[in-house]
């Protein structure tokens, strides 16, 4: 799917394929070390390029969970996935995650992404819970989440550890109606 960005150039956005796999790894590495907003750190994403294959082919294979990559100009820089359990009981809830590389913040990425996702969850039939963890912080990832609609449920304390110091999350979530 095409979408237009703030800067006239054109963003594409589609499923994760198995040929991606070593650009995701890189490319997580990279942003990793770009923002203290992630659960990984720079070089510390920790999956191998044939760990990552797995993980792609397996979420293809899923029908309720999804990864999907923006592409400018032929370069994958921005990721979002969504996992949720094969469980009957919570099969229709899963975590989204989400990340940029920074030159592209703030063209409409992530709202691009985000808009993308919620469409494939309403058609899914199946999802009903999208929820996330984000740094009490991070404002412009919670500005972000409640334009869409997600809020706030609960505070998480002592959640990330990153240079020596701890920092509490908020686990926001949206409900999708039916
Ligand atoms: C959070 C992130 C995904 C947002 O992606 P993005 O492509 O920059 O998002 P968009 O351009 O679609 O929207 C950003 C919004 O934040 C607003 N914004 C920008 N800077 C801001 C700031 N410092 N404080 C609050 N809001 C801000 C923008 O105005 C825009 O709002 P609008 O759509 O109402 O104009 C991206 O910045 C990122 O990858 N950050 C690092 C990783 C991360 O934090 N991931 C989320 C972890 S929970």
């Given at each position: 799917m095409l979408f237009n960005l703030k800067n006239g150039k054109t963003l594409r956005i589609r499923k994760a394929r198995e040929e991606d796999a070593g650009e995701i790894v890189r490319l997580s590495d990279k942003i990793g070390g770009e923002?203290?907003?992630?659960t990984f750190g720079m070089d510390d994403y920790y999956f191998s390029i044939e760990e990552e294959k797995i993980l792609i082919r397996n979420i293809r294979n899923r029908h309720n969970c999804l990864l999907i990559v923006a592409i400018v100009d032929d370069k994958i820089v921005g990721i979002l996935s969504f996992i949720a359990s094969a469980r009957k009981r919570i099969m229709h809830r899963g975590d989204m995650g989400i990340y940029i590389l920074k030159d592209y913040w703030n063209l409409g990425i992530g709202s691009c992404m985000i808009d993308y996702f919620l469409k494939w969850a309403v058609e899914n039939n199946t999802i009903k819970k999208i929820a996330l963890e984000v740094r009490t912080d991070n404002e412009r990832a919670i500005n972000l989440y409640k334009k869409f609609g997600f809020e706030i449920e609960g505070h998480l304390k002592k959640s990330l550890f990153i240079d020596g110091r701890y920092y509490d999350t908020y686990y926001m979530a949206k409900t999708i109606e039916g």
């Open positions: 923002t203290d907003n992630l």
